[in-house]
């Protein structure tokens, strides 16, 4: 999570695709919807229930990304920014100006508190290009419709390649704090939405639209930017964070290497889950003490619980399989997904204090119970997640979901081509 606008044309785009987004999307929701199977299935049957329940939400939302204009950051400059135009830039979400200052500088820090006139353009053209992405990449899949791929390459074109509009592959201006400094490491939890885009890039691969120029243009920005953040010191202070950082930075790496097929990044990956992640982050009760000292100890649990279980999901092989990965003592991604069931399932289970905001805009469709529903054959965690919100309105909510169309994750990718689904 965060440490923790644009105006005119931008902002009305903005709005007009969230309503479509929220009104579309959220029209299954409370609704009969086929059951999960929980019982051994295959890649291929997996995919084909996923795609079931989610087929009229997919459709409605990759329709109404067809009407969408492209989006890119170079639409929105930041005041404060100490970057160019193609520099992504946003603020620390939990500082504020100084009362005591005349300028207010330099920002002081309340925990927990989202300063909510911070610069978030950046953010949420991000976001807003992930959203459409990934629902038309998911349409292409299961309707094969050229139309829906078409889109996606020209949005990704866009914010990716063309000179004058693309956004640069680093991020040396993100959750500035102003008055202090003008971009920290923490900065790339900003960026966690991109995990999505090389998944929905791998599902339209064989669309005309995909030419070999595209590919191998997308490919070479997300090596950049992988490349970025394993060498720049923001990056490898992001990737030591000791919290829910670390994991979310691995989460965009493993996401990135799976596109470019960098198998070096893909296996310290899995090294950090293992031999750092685990052992470091997780306690004996599967809970995440990092997470519960925190001001928002409910969302920050599930926030990290759902980028362990992306982990587990983009990363396991049949030589090497992290949902059964296990330390001496039994701490795993099991015993993690066990802790917290019971309080997503009610939330008067939970045992700390709420948290100070958003608490009750969770849970919602939380990735981590259908990957380990599937993982671990258990139709409690696939019943539950089928009944929460998959496109939820709050903000705050939809600044921390990686995952926002399943059936892209589901089977762990490259384990059936998503073409071919």
């Known amino acids: 999570m965060g440490d923790g606008s644009g105006h005119g044309r931008d902002s009305v785009r903005r709005m007009v695709f969230s309503v479509a987004f929220v009104v579309l999307g959220t029209a299954s929701v409370g609704t009969h919807l086929p059951a999960v199977s929980a019982q051994t ?19 409605r ?26 520099d992504f830039y946003s603020n620390g979400d939990y500082w504020w100006p100084d009362p005591n200052k005349p ?70 201006y993100a959750q500035a704090i102003p008055g202090r400094v003008p971009g920290r490491g923490i900065g790339i939890i900003d960026t966690l939405h991109l995990a999505e885009v090389p998944l929905a890039i791998m599902a339209i691969d064989k669309a005309k639209a995909m030419t070999p120029e595209l590919r191998a243009g997308l490919k070479r920005w997300f090596a ?53 992640f685990v052992p470091d ?27 362990m279980a992306i982990l587990c999901q983009l990363l396991s092989t049949p030589d090497d399989n992290l949902w059964t990965f296990e330390l001496p003592d039994g701490r795993g991604i099991r015993e993690a997904v066990a802790f917290l069931f019971p309080c997503l399932q009610d939330k008067r289970k939970w045992p700390h204090p709420p948290d100070v905001e958003y608490f009750e805009a969770w849970p919602v469709r939380q990735p981590a119970l259908l990957f380990a529903g599937y993982a671990f054959s258990e139709p409690k965690y696939l019943d539950l997640w089928r009944t929460l919100d998959p496109d939820p309105t709050d903000l705050e909510v939809r600044r921390n979901m990686a995952v926002t169309q399943p059936l892209l994750w589901v089977p762990s990718p490259g384990d059936v081509p998503l073409s071919q689904r």
Not at 46 to 51: D, G, H, P, S, Y
Not at 61 to 71: I, K, S
Request: aromatic share 8%; net charge negative.
């Open 281 to 307: 982050q997780m306690a004996s009760d599967g809970s995440f003490p990092q997470e519960l000292a925190r001001t928002k100890p409910y969302g920050y649990s599930i926030f990290q619980l759902d980028n």
């Open 103 to 172: 300028d207010g500088l330099p920002y002081i820090r309340r925990d927990g508190q989202s300063n909510p006139d911070n610069f978030s353009a950046h953010r949420l053209a991000l976001r807003d290009m992930r959203d459409a992405v990934a629902a038309l990449a998911c349409a292409y899949t299961i309707d094969g419709q050229e139309k829906y791929a078409e889109k996606a390459v020209e949005l990704l074109k866009v914010f990716f390649l063309d000179e004058a509009t693309r956004m640069n592959p680093s991020l040396l």
């Open 224 to 276: 950049d930017y992988a490349e970025w953040m394993t060498t720049h010191k923001y990056g490898l202070d992001e990737m030591n964070a000791k919290n829910n950082h670390s994991v979310a930075y691995m989460v965009q790496l493993a996401a990135f290497a799976k596109l470019t097929g960098d198998e070096q990044k893909l296996e310290l990956c899995r090294r950090r889950y293992k031999e750092v």
């Open 61 to 86: 939302l990759a329709d109404a990304a067809l009407d969408m204009a492209p989006v890119a950051i170079t639409q929105s400059r930041a005041k404060l920014s100490e970057g160019g135009p193609h």
């Open 41 to 59: 299935v295959s890649p291929e049957q997996r995919a084909r229930e996923v795609a079931r329940i989610d087929r009229e939400r997919i459709i």
